[in-house]
């Protein structure tokens, strides 16, 4: 007589159960994935901000002797006119003399373009601003308004480190706006 060598493989309850599982571990995972890739962009852009604000404070501190403003109530960018990128590079990495910086980021974390502002008069109290909208591109564009450290453009709202539509503002030797809000 003929024997069979039969094989045993799942059923299709073990198959589905396991399936079951791997669908709840998915569904766990990716949304605390998917903050974690937000908060990477956003504390990239703080780096990135930071980075480029010490560096360009150097040059001005160099140039012109300014030290920064320091702290203050509301700061104001009533004052600032727009800074090309082009320009602010020139300040930076100059082609013939020490570089402040090896490379000065022109986008923030979500690939939205930053903003710059200088203000030519160097003996008032607001001298200089980066400026980063985030997520959402749009940020209530930045030179031409009024912060309040470590919280939102007037009106007053707490800046929230998971809204990552907030906008990122340095000034003067400092950060107006960041994910940390007041603290310092």
């Known amino acids: 007589m003929l024997r069979r060598n039969r094989q045993r493989g799942f059923t299709l309850i073990e198959l ?5 599982i791997i669908g709840i571990i998915a569904a766990i995972l ?17 780096s990135d901000v930071r980075n480029a604000g010490t560096a360009w404070m150097s040059w ?9 403003a320091g702290s203050q109530k509301i700061y104001n960018a009533t004052d ?4 090309s990128y082009t320009l602010l590079v020139s300040y930076l990495r100059p082609t ?16 939205n373009p930053m903003s710059f502002g200088l203000n030519v008069n160097v003996l008032v109290s607001n001298v200089m601003g980066i400026f980063a909208v985030c997520r959402d591109g749009d940020g209530t564009k930045t030179t031409g308004q009024d912060y309040k450290p470590g919280d939102a ?30 603290k310092r």
């Open 153 to 182: 453009a007037i009106p007053v709202e707490g800046f929230l480190a998971t809204d990552y539509d907030q906008d990122i503002v340095w000034a003067d030797g400092y950060f107006i706006r960041w994910p940390e809000g007041t």
């Open 16 to 20: 589905l159960i396991v399936v079951a």
């Open 60 to 68: 001005l501190t160099d140039q012109v002797g300014a030290a920064s």
């Open 80 to 83: 600032l006119a727009d800074t």
């Open 96 to 111: 013939d003399t020490f570089f402040y910086m090896q490379e000065v980021p022109q986008l923030d974390g979500w690939r």
């Open 30 to 46: 990716i949304p605390n994935l998917l903050d974690a890739l937000q908060k990477a962009k956003q504390k990239r852009t703080v």
